[in-house]
C-alpha cells in the first residue's frame, strides 16, 4: 500500500498543536503535552497521556516531520484512539483483566529500531519490554494500532495469554478489523487516492456511507485472495511473524504456522461462528496440535471447511477478485 498523505485538520486544532511549548490550557481537551523527566527524556523528550495510553514522542520524529506536521497528525489518532482501545477491551472482556494499565507507545518515524528495516513491518508490540512502537509515519501508525495494542492485551493483560502465532495474530487481526469498528484504520482507508478507492468499490468491498473501505469485507477479501492462491508469490507476515513468500508449496499445505495474519482472522470467525466466542477465546492459549480435541479435527481440515465458509460469505457480500 502507497504511503497515505496525512489529511489537514481545522485551523483551530492547529493552533492548539503547532508548538510543543505551548501551556496546558492551550492544548486540545485531554491531551496535554508534558515534558518528559524519566531517564529516556534525550530520546523521548515529550508524553502525552490518555485514558488507555501514554504516548513518547522521539525528538527525532518531531525534528523530521517538523513539530506543526507532527502534532497536527498525532491529533488525527488521538481523536480516535481511546474509543478504539476500549472497543478492543470490551470485544475481550471475559478473556482479559477488567483493570488494564495504559500502554506505553513510542514512536520511531525514523527508523532506529533493526526490526523497521523489515518493509511490511509498520509496528510491533514489544512483549519482554512491554511498549509499542510505531514506525513508518503516522498513516501507517493508524492501520497498525489497534492490532498491536491487542496483543498488549491479549500477551499482558490477562492471566493466560496467548501462545502459538495462530492465535496470537489471529485474534489481533480478528478485533482490529472484524469485531471493532477501528476508527483509526476507517480514517487510514479514507484518504486513499482516487483510483485506490475505486479499487475497492469495484471489487464489493466500500463502505458507502462512511466513504471508506468496509474493514470485515476487507479482511474477507484478503483472505479469500490467498485461499484462492490469487496471491501465490506476494510477501505478507505469516501467523509466527516472518516475512514470507506465498509459494505454490504453501498454497498446497498451509499450515498453522505459515499463513497470512488475514486467514487466521477470518479462521477465528469461522470458528467464532461455529463452535461459539466462549469455546474459541478460551482456547487462545492452545497449541494448534490439539485443535481436534476441541473442535474435533485437526487444523489441516479447519482450514478446509473454513475455505469453503469464507468462499461463502465472500460471494453472498456480492465481492469479486
Given at each position: 500500500?502507497?504511503?497515505?498523505?496525512?489529511?489537514?485538520?481545522?485551523?483551530?486544532?492547529?493552533?492548539?498543536?503547532?508548538?510543543?511549548?505551548?501551556?496546558?490550557?492551550?492544548?486540545?481537551?485531554?491531551?496535554?503535552?508534558?515534558?518528559?523527566?524519566?531517564?529516556?527524556?534525550?530520546?523521548?523528550?515529550?508524553?502525552?497521556?490518555?485514558?488507555?495510553?501514554?504516548?513518547?514522542?522521539?525528538?527525532?520524529?518531531?525534528?523530521?516531520?517538523?513539530?506543526?506536521?507532527?502534532?497536527?497528525?498525532?491529533?488525527?489518532?488521538?481523536?480516535?484512539?481511546?474509543?478504539?482501545?476500549?472497543?478492543?477491551?470490551?470485544?475481550?472482556?471475559?478473556?482479559?483483566?477488567?483493570?488494564?494499565?495504559?500502554v506505553e507507545i513510542r514512536t520511531d518515524f525514523c527508523g532506529k529500531a533493526g526490526i523497521s528495516e523489515v518493509e511490511i513491518i509498520g509496528a510491533y508490540y514489544n512483549p519482554r519490554s512491554n511498549f509499542i512502537k510505531l514506525f513508518r509515519d503516522w498513516e501507517v501508525?493508524?492501520?497498525?494500532?489497534?492490532?498491536?495494542?491487542?496483543?498488549?492485551?491479549?500477551?499482558?493483560?490477562?492471566?493466560?495469554?496467548?501462545?502459538?502465532?495462530?492465535?496470537?495474530?489471529?485474534?489481533?487481526?480478528?478485533?482490529?478489523?472484524?469485531?471493532?469498528?477501528?476508527?483509526?484504520?476507517?480514517?487510514?482507508?479514507?484518504?486513499?487516492?482516487?483510483?485506490?478507492?475505486?479499487?475497492?468499490?469495484?471489487?464489493?468491498?466500500?463502505?458507502?456511507?462512511?466513504?471508506?473501505?468496509?474493514?470485515?469485507?476487507?479482511?474477507?477479501?484478503?483472505?479469500?485472495?490467498?485461499?484462492?492462491?490469487?496471491?501465490?508469490?506476494?510477501?505478507?507476515?505469516?501467523?509466527?511473524?516472518?516475512?514470507?513468500?506465498?509459494?505454490?508449496?504453501?498454497?498446497?499445505?498451509?499450515?498453522?504456522?505459515?499463513?497470512?495474519?488475514?486467514?487466521?482472522?477470518?479462521?477465528?470467525?469461522?470458528?467464532?461462528?461455529?463452535?461459539?466466542?466462549?469455546?474459541?477465546?478460551?482456547?487462545?492459549?492452545?497449541?494448534?496440535?490439539?485443535?481436534?480435541?476441541?473442535?474435533?479435527?485437526?487444523?489441516?481440515?479447519?482450514?478446509?471447511?473454513?475455505?469453503?465458509?469464507?468462499?461463502?460469505?465472500?460471494?453472498?457480500?456480492?465481492?469479486?477478485?
Amino acid at each position: 500500500m502507497k504511503k497515505i498523505a496525512a489529511i489537514l485538520f481545522i485551523l483551530s486544532m492547529l493552533a492548539a498543536l503547532c508548538a510543543v511549548s505551548t501551556c496546558a490550557a492551550e492544548q486540545p481537551d485531554q491531551y496535554s503535552i508534558e515534558e518528559n523527566t524519566a531517564e529516556n527524556k534525550i530520546t523521548y523528550p515529550y508524553i502525552v497521556r490518555t485514558e488507555s495510553a501514554i504516548w513518547y514522542l522521539a525528538k527525532d520524529d518531531i525534528d523530521l516531520m517538523g513539530e506543526d506536521a507532527f502534532f497536527e497528525e498525532l491529533r488525527g489518532i488521538l481523536q480516535y484512539q481511546d474509543a478504539d482501545f476500549a472497543d478492543a477491551r470490551a470485544a475481550l472482556a471475559g478473556f482479559i483483566r477488567e483493570e488494564t494499565e495504559p500502554v506505553e507507545i513510542r514512536t520511531d518515524f525514523c527508523g532506529k529500531a533493526g526490526i523497521s528495516e523489515v518493509e511490511i513491518i509498520g509496528a510491533y508490540y514489544n512483549p519482554r519490554s512491554n511498549f509499542i512502537k510505531l514506525f513508518r509515519d503516522w498513516e501507517v501508525a493508524k492501520a497498525a494500532l489497534l492490532h498491536e495494542y491487542v496483543h498488549y492485551l491479549t500477551l499482558h493483560c490477562t492471566d493466560t495469554p496467548v501462545t502459538h502465532g495462530l492465535f496470537a495474530e489471529g485474534i489481533a487481526e480478528y478485533i482490529n478489523a472484524i469485531a471493532c469498528k477501528n476508527r483509526m484504520r476507517r480514517d487510514f482507508f479514507k484518504s486513499l487516492s482516487e483510483e485506490e478507492k475505486n479499487f475497492f468499490r469495484v471489487r464489493g468491498a466500500w463502505d458507502t456511507e462512511e466513504d471508506c473501505v468496509d474493514l470485515q469485507l476487507y479482511e474477507f477479501g484478503v483472505a479469500e485472495s490467498y485461499a484462492q492462491g490469487i496471491a501465490e508469490g506476494t510477501e505478507y507476515l505469516s501467523t509466527m511473524d516472518v516475512p514470507t513468500v506465498r509459494t505454490p508449496e504453501i498454497q498446497q499445505n498451509p499450515t498453522a504456522e505459515n499463513i497470512s495474519h488475514e486467514e487466521a482472522a477470518c479462521i477465528l470467525a469461522y470458528l467464532v461462528e461455529t463452535y461459539s466466542r466462549e469455546t474459541v477465546f478460551s482456547h487462545l492459549n492452545m497449541d494448534p496440535a490439539d485443535m481436534e480435541k476441541v473442535f474435533g479435527e485437526p487444523f489441516a481440515d479447519i482450514y478446509e471447511h473454513w475455505k469453503e465458509w469464507n468462499s461463502k460469505h465472500f460471494s453472498e457480500a456480492g465481492m469479486t477478485l
